[in-house]
């Protein structure tokens, strides 16, 4: 048990069954047309669960540097979404819709996810070799199996100092990543 972070295929976007995102995407439909923006639709050719991470270690030290490097809007943006999705939005987007957690949807935009998450990733060094490839837990490994460790006493920095912290930023901007590779949403689930 425990709280991952999943991306969302097509055919589970927009299906209205249990498990299914149909109420979310439709919502987040109406919300988008309404600030004159597009429907958005996940690319019929992904099917989804190439990224799934645990979210496990502590947030106190993420907290601590979200504070300190961001503005409260910004640390907000970061965040307090539920569900990221890679189409452009200035600010996130409530929903009177339930998601896993809470009784209402917050929706964020991956590239401002992105660029917040590359500032932090800045901040503290963040190495550029983190574990990249097509199977899921890959950050979770990386970080709670020693690899982060090993790198870390090779490639001392700011970012060694606190491996929680260092799992949580490299967690949101690979989630960001690849909700804008992939064209997909990216849900807590």
Known sequence: MGVYLVDVGA???????????????????????ARGLPA?????AYKGLVFEEKLSPSTDGFVELCRAQLTRDEEQMLCDWSVLVPVPLDETVQLPVGSAYADTTVVAGAPQVLALAQRLAAAIGLPPMLPVSPTNLDLTRWFLDGQAAETAAARPGP???????????????????????????????
């Open 11 to 33: 055919e589970d976007w927009r299906a209205e069954d249990e498990g299914g995102y149909g109420e979310i995407a439709a919502a987040l439909d109406e919300k988008l047309t």
């Open 40 to 44: 958005y639709e996940v690319p019929a």
């Open 159 to 189: 970012w060694a100092e606190d491996l929680d912290t260092a799992f949580y930023v490299a967690l949101y901007l690979r989630a960001a990543q690849h909700s804008l590779r992939r064209g997909c949403p990216i849900v807590f689930g």
